[in-house]
T-cell receptor, first 115, second 111 residues
Framework: EAGVTQFPSHSVIEKGQTVTLRCDPISGHDNLYWYRRVMGKEIKFLLHFVKESKQDESGMPNNRFLAERTGGTYSTLKVQPAELEDSGVYFC?????????????FGPGTRLLVL | QKEVEQNSGPLSVPEGAIASLNCTYSDRVSQSFFWYRQYSGKSPELIMSIYSNGDKEDGRFTAQLNKASQYVSLLIRDSQPSDSATYLCAVNGFSDNQFYFGTGTSLTVIP
């Protein structure tokens, strides 16, 4: 069974540009999460989809970030316009059921560097 | 603000020794606790999950949970060089189903 995949693995862009990150969850997983790790800090929650619906987007930093999950399969996270402080590793995770005991399976992350 | 604290290390142990990784959390109602291992540039990989007070063993790994002290630990017996990685403690928020992570502990097992 394929794990969570993310694309691209790395992205280097200039301040003011737009970047779109993609996540493909494990097949059959209704729950999809985005997290971000800024250098030297802990991994922090951004948002949670249940199928195509945003269940919780309390971690989104500001309105420059837009996440979508059309059709309830893969998800995209767009940053527009990118700022220097957006640099970090963006992780996607998925789980099958919305239970507190449910393990979340993580993708390898997208390393974003904004210059 | 829910917090998860880990000693960032680096922690170095000789091959064959026991590595002890510790984690404390601030939210008393947290129910689920996870240890992930992350090699550089790779996905965080689940090592152990624990939900009840006490010890849970899986091979060379033992997770220990003490909800009264808000403390969870991971013991690695007979440490191997391949165990060298960053270990992330994650706590699932009871009310919001988010994972709250510590900053991770870097472990090096010296051959």
């Amino acid at each position: 069974e394929a794990g969570v995949t993310q694309f691209p693995s790395h992205s280097v862009i200039e301040k003011g540009q737009t970047v779109t990150l993609r996540c493909d969850p494990i097949s059959g997983h209704d729950n999809l999460y985005w997290y971000r790790r800024v250098m030297g800090k802990e991994i922090k929650f951004l948002l949670h989809f249940v199928k195509e619906s945003k269940q919780d987007e309390s971690g989104m930093p500001n309105n420059r970030f837009l996440a979508e999950r059309t059709g309830g399969t893969y998800s995209t996270l767009k940053v527009q316009p990118a700022e220097l402080e957006d640099s970090g590793v963006y992780f996607c995770a998925s789980s099958q059921a919305r239970l507190s005991q449910e393990t979340q399976y993580f993708g390898p992350g997208t390393r974003l560097l904004v210059l | 603000q829910k917090e998860v604290e880990q000693n960032s290390g680096p922690l170095s142990v000789p091959e064959g020794a026991i590595a002890s990784l510790n984690c404390t959390y601030s939210d008393r109602v947290s129910q689920s606790f996870f240890w992930y291992r992350q090699y550089s540039g790779k996905s965080p990989e689940l090592i152990m999950s624990i939900y009840s007070n006490g010890d849970k063993e899986d091979g060379r790994f033992t997770a220990q949970l003490n909800k009264a002290s808000q403390y969870v630990s991971l013991l690695i017996r007979d440490s191997q060089p391949s165990d060298s990685a960053t270990y992330l403690c994650a706590v699932n928020g009871f009310s919001d189903n988010q994972f709250y992570f510590g900053t991770g502990t870097s472990l090096t097992v010296i051959p």
